[in-house]
């Protein structure tokens, strides 16, 4: 079985500042994607970023990237340059790269940044 | 679709009550995903459709939940006899045949109350 931890319930950061998100993950897969989300109050999930297991470079998307410490199993979000609308929930996700293509969701970090 | 369309955004029901949830995915994705949100929690995987076809049913919590998809398009997930741990919001996703290459992409959900 998979199982996605955040440990950060509620986080908060100023405007323009930077925030580490946490998240950990277990499984016995070898070969799988991490995946950050992000949910607004409209209840969308949006996909922040994506990270292959067997790659070793960290993901970048503009802002956003990772530190990805596969033996750990840790998956962290780093977000450069808060900006106001970067204010929501972030989930972290765990999908194995063969079978069902569901995901595993952590319980999520509510991020507010503070202008 | 341009998105992922859900009906109804918001659903209040009486103990006892059946409902059913709509999902329109976007036109072409083949896969289709229900997953459950509950208040302070992650989202929890329910049901996947591949085409018509449902593979894995692991994720239903109890029989009073099923869901169907005709046409390769339109899924309606029911809940029967609504108890009220079944309160939370319901949200569908679609994707290409393979999710973790090209990603999900979430609808905005329906927030099913249960009184």
């Known amino acids: 079985a998979q199982t996605v931890t955040q440990s950060q319930p509620e986080m908060s950061v100023q405007e323009a500042e930077t925030v580490t998100l946490s998240c950990t993950y277990d499984t016995s897969e070898n070969n799988y994607y991490l995946f950050w989300y992000k949910q607004p109050p409209s209840r969308q999930m949006i996909l922040v970023i994506r990270q292959e297991a067997y790659k070793q470079q960290n993901a970048t998307e503009n802002r956003f990237s990772v530190n990805f410490q596969k033996a750990a199993k840790s998956f962290s979000l780093k977000i450069s340059d808060s900006q106001l609308g970067d204010t929501a929930m972030y989930f972290c996700?765990?999908?194995?790269?063969?079978?069902?293509?569901?995901?595993?969701f952590g319980t999520g970090t509510r991020l507010t940044v503070i202008p | 679709g341009a998105g992922v369309s859900q009906s109804p955004s918001n659903k209040v029901t009486e103990k006892g009550k059946d409902v059913e949830l709509r999902c329109d995915p976007i036109?072409?994705?083949?896969?289709l995903y229900w997953y459950r949100q509950s208040l302070g929690q992650g989202l929890e995987f329910l049901i996947y459709?591949?085409?018509?076809?449902?593979?894995?049913k692991s994720g239903l919590p109890s029989d009073r939940f099923s869901a169907e998809r005709t046409g390769g398009s339109v899924s309606t997930l029911t809940i029967q006899r609504t108890q009220q741990e079944d309160s939370a919001v319901y949200l569908c996703a679609s994707s290409l045949r393979d999710a973790a290459n090209y990603g999900y992409t979430f609808g905005s959900g329906t927030r099913l109350t249960v009184v």
């Open positions: 996700a765990f999908m194995k790269k063969t079978g069902a293509n569901n995901l595993f």
């Open positions: 036109s072409g994705h083949t896969a």
């Open positions: 459709f591949q085409g018509n076809s449902a593979p894995d």
